[in-house]
């Protein structure tokens, strides 16, 4: 069952050849037989899973075609799920019980998918390891004494170990693209707007967006279908129509262009990884794609312009955790003031209130122009560099991260080397675009993702080129020894 | 750009978080790391470039003054810390 598509385990369920039910029970004894070595998970929905499976073993018997039916999925610990625990990996919200929904779980939902759990990931989203929970680190499955990147490192690690069909995750600097390329799975950060935020935990309001993690881009594009699309909840929403997301996966190559920014491929990029990426683009080539140097001048720009914009939105999203209407709360505050202190520097993580501390002093008093506003004007300017290139070329295709996987703790003690990793995400995030993360081989054991940028609300595009290069290859297909195994 | 342990204490405080004196030294260094990361915007000129503060660039969305939602007091009370008679209590305010 492991390595199934949506597509081919919903033929199934329509020819009842398994239910929902038997399907759910199959994910929840993988989960309990391996995810002691990996901690993927940080709540295991067992009981409701089971209800939501019988309800879609019934909507399906009833005639259903919604392709997420019976589907057993898992969302990241930071969307809003209506009586089942939503922590953020944080201690803040160890004991938080939404009253309400988030629109990406609701929508799920109402196409029939299963929800198995909740995944872990960094602490509020911050991190790109997945070393910073409240609840330990996620293993990487392809070897444990990596990390699964971050911060949807729990659901990246999940949907490769074969722990649920597919995962929600959410990217505000690379969260689901770069630990979907170190866990060898395929992963989708929408178009800013495409994907309601209402109930997401915030992270950085400008920047987060909510996307899919799954084994292949035409799973991935299923449930695009099931999230995206206008929401009254989110006034950032789109009002632009979605598109049919799979009716032109299979649509031809022919003619595509392909840009590769030279700033993608300087130095600092592992030679394995810049090997399996140009051999990645001759497969376009041979599927009919041709290809262009161009450039993204303000590329090294991103770094700081990211980690001005994003503490400074993170310092006045999280200002809401005071230990007053939910949440952590010290013991025998002495006063206001104490309780809100005590309660924040105790219930928050070390590297949560590092960005706190960032963005609280980027928006003080005399330094708003200096940092904030600066941040945004050279967001323009990168914004402006995707502009451009996509007058010239359909896509845009680099690695997602310099490196494959590291080991646990090799970048704990040197927090800035961690940020510069981030190197090829972050813009993507700052001008909004599409992106993905397509497995594209293997360097040294580990899994090597492929990006590919899209313009504003292209997905359909960027599902299309990764679902032909799926078709062609067989590197999603992929499965580490961990869970083969079982 | 070099923060002294004071500055860290005062940051600390506008954002509400309690730091002994052991923590205020560790952030005292990574916030001046990340402080000397993002410096480097300072010698890009951007003279008559405007801010972006939203990718797409919308507009504030308006909706009608109207309720949409009902009251679910009970529900929302139901995860705080501490509450009384349908109220979030607090740590006495006025003396």
Known sequence: ?486 | MSLEKQDVLKIAHLARLSLDDNDAEQYQNSLTSILDLVEQMQSVDTNGVEPLSNPLEAKQRLRDDVVTEGNRRNAFLANAPQTEAGLFLVPQVIE
């Open chain 1, 1 to 486: 069952m492991v390595d199934q598509s949506i597509t081919s385990l919903a033929k199934k369920l329509r020819a009842k050849d398994i239910s929902s039910v038997e399907l759910t029970q199959d994910y929840l004894a993988r989960i309990k037989h391996l995810d002691g070595q990996l901690n993927s998970y940080i709540t295991v929905s067992d009981e409701i899973a089971l209800a939501q499976a019988e309800a879609a073993d019934k909507l399906i018997a009833s005639g259903s075609t919604s392709a997420l039916a019976g589907i057993p999925i898992a969302h990241k610990d930071l969307f809003c799920t209506d009586g089942i625990l939503t922590t953020c990996a944080s201690k803040m919200l160890h004991n938080f019980i939404p009253p309400y929904e988030s629109t990406v779980t609701g929508r799920m939902q109402a196409s029939g998918a299963v929800t198995l759990g909740k995944t872990n990931m960094d602490e509020f989203a911050m991190g790109s390891s997945n070393e910073n929970s409240h609840y330990g680190a996620v293993k990487n499955p392809w070897n444990i004494d990596k990390v699964p990147g971050g911060s949807s490192g729990g659901s990246a690690a999940a949907v490769a170990a074969g722990l649920c069909v597919a995962a929600t995750g959410t990217d505000t600097g690379g969260s689901i693209r770069q630990p979907a390329s170190f866990c060898g799975i395929t992963g989708l950060k929408p178009t800013y707007g495409r994907v309601s935020r209402f109930g997401m935990i915030a992270y950085a309001s400008s920047l987060d967006q909510a996307g899919p993690m799954a084994r292949s881009a035409e799973d991935c594009a299923f449930i695009l279908q099931s999230i995206a699309g206008f929401d009254t909840n989110d006034s950032t929403c789109s009002e632009i129509a979605t598109e049919d997301y799979t009716a032109n996966l299979d649509a031809p190559l022919n003619g595509l262009s392909i840009g590769l920014p030279k700033e993608y491929f300087g130095d600092g990029l592992n030679n394995d990884v810049a090997k399996a990426i140009q051999d990645a683009v001759k497969e376009f080539e041979k599927l009919g794609a041709t290809v262009k140097e161009i450039s993204l001048p303000n590329l090294n720009l991103s770094i700081p312009s990211y980690y001005v914009i994003a503490p400074s939105e993170a310092s006045s999203n999280l200002s809401r955790f005071d230990g007053v209407r939910y949440g952590y709360r010290c013991e025998d505050p002495k006063d206001l003031m104490d309780m809100y202190k005590r309660s924040r520097g105790e219930g928050f993580g070390k590297e949560v209130q590092k960005r706190i501390m960032v963005g609280t002093y980027a928006l003080s008093e005399g330094y708003y122009d200096a940092y904030y506003l600066k941040a945004q004007r050279i967001r323009r300017l990168i914004k402006e560099d995707f502009v451009k290139a996509f007058e010239q070329v359909d896509v845009i295709m680099g690695p997602v991260a310099p490196t494959t996987a590291f080991g646990i703790g090799a970048k704990t003690d040197d927090p800035i080397a961690m940020y510069l990793e981030d190197i090829y995400t972050l813009s993507v995030n700052l001008a909004g675009v599409p992106a993905m993360s397509i497995p594209a081989g293997f360097a040294d054991g580990m899994p090597v993702g492929l990006q590919i940028m899209g313009n504003y609300f292209s997905e359909a595009k960027l599902l299309n080129v990764a679902h032909k290069f799926q078709q062609a290859t067989d590197w999603h297909t992929k499965n580490p020894s961990l869970a083969e195994g079982a």
